[in-house]
């Protein structure tokens, strides 16, 4: 699995738009075994299964399942589909998550946080809970888990408290269990960590990267993942002004950092004209 995912299962969540399409795409062109696309939205899936199919080389299957991963039940339930219909996944790519761009006290429990929270954080953990256990039986097979955090996890940023909550925990459960993995010697199960700044797939339209930090096209960014994902990489973070922004916050005194980040780097007017998709 160091150079591609030919001949393996891999299973990626939002697969119908954006950096998950890009993610599927790739598998497919690579000669995977099976790529298996989950998303909440049908008519995005059916019409991007149909076109990866069509690319789609004799040895490759493509297999659409519509599943909210906000919600635990329809995991599990579409979790045991994929494991009798196609097979326990080698690579899982928890793709999906979204973003409220808000004040926290604009943010309602049930429209906002909750999702938040249940999609960009708790999902992760779920769908990985049920796949891991082959992963960890299979021994003899390289297997990938990817998680697609952001540098948002990683550093405070008005208007994006409740997102940055969800980031912060996914970055956290992720690296943590690479470490319990190779821990307990499970070394064929290899967890990489992604924590990108902005990205214009339009999740984030009307953001501004801060100083030194532009804003990173999707293909870019997957082709970045996807080297990272295949070699193991334990963390991913791009671009390289997070890794800085990380080394200044943990240097400097609060006061000061909140002076740099705010008025030197732009960090803290990043989301001032933030709109989203429409």
């Avoid at 998950?20 to 690579?30: I, N, P």
């Avoid at 761009?101 to 946080?113: I, K, Y």
């Avoid at 948002?152 to 319990?180: F, H, Q």
Wanted: proline share 5%; net charge positive; glycine share 10%.
């Amino acid at each position: 699995m160091t150079r591609t995912v030919s001949g393996a299962l891999v299973l990626i969540t939002g697969a119908a738009s954006g950096m998950g399409r890009l993610y599927a795409e790739r598998a497919v062109a690579e000669g995977a075994r099976a790529v298996i696309l989950w998303d909440r939205d049908a008519g995005a899936l059916t019409r991007v299964a149909g076109i990866l199919g069509d690319r789609a080389g004799a040895g490759t299957i493509v297999a659409p399942y519509v599943v909210d991963i906000a919600d635990l039940g329809a995991i599990a339930q579409t979790a045991q589909r994929v494991r009798t219909e196609v097979g326990d996944p080698d690579i899982l790519i928890n793709n999906a998550g979204i973003v409220r761009g808000a004040f926290f006290w604009e943010h309602d429990n049930g429209a906002d946080t909750r999702p938040t929270m249940q999609i960009n954080a708790l999902a992760p953990m779920y769908i990985t809970r049920e796949f891991l256990p082959a992963m960890m039986a299979n021994r003899g097979r390289a297997s990938r888990i990817v998680n697609i955090a952001s540098a948002a996890g990683t550093l405070s940023n008005p208007r994006m408290s409740v997102y940055a909550a969800s980031k912060a925990a996914l970055i956290g459960w992720s690296d943590s269990l690479r470490l319990e993995l190779r821990q307990q010697r499970y070394g064929q199960v290899k967890v990489t960590t992604v924590c990108p700044s902005y990205i214009s797939t339009g999740m984030f339209e009307g953001a501004r990267g801060p100083l030194l930090t532009p804003v990173m096209t999707p293909e870019y960014v997957v082709d970045r993942v996807w080297r990272a994902m295949l070699a193991g990489t334990p963390m991913l973070t791009m671009p390289w002004s997070v890794q800085l922004s990380k080394v200044a916050r943990g240097v400097l005194p609060l006061p000061l950092w909140d002076v740099v980040a705010g008025r030197i780097f732009g960090v803290y007017g990043s989301m001032d004209k933030f709109t989203g998709r429409p």
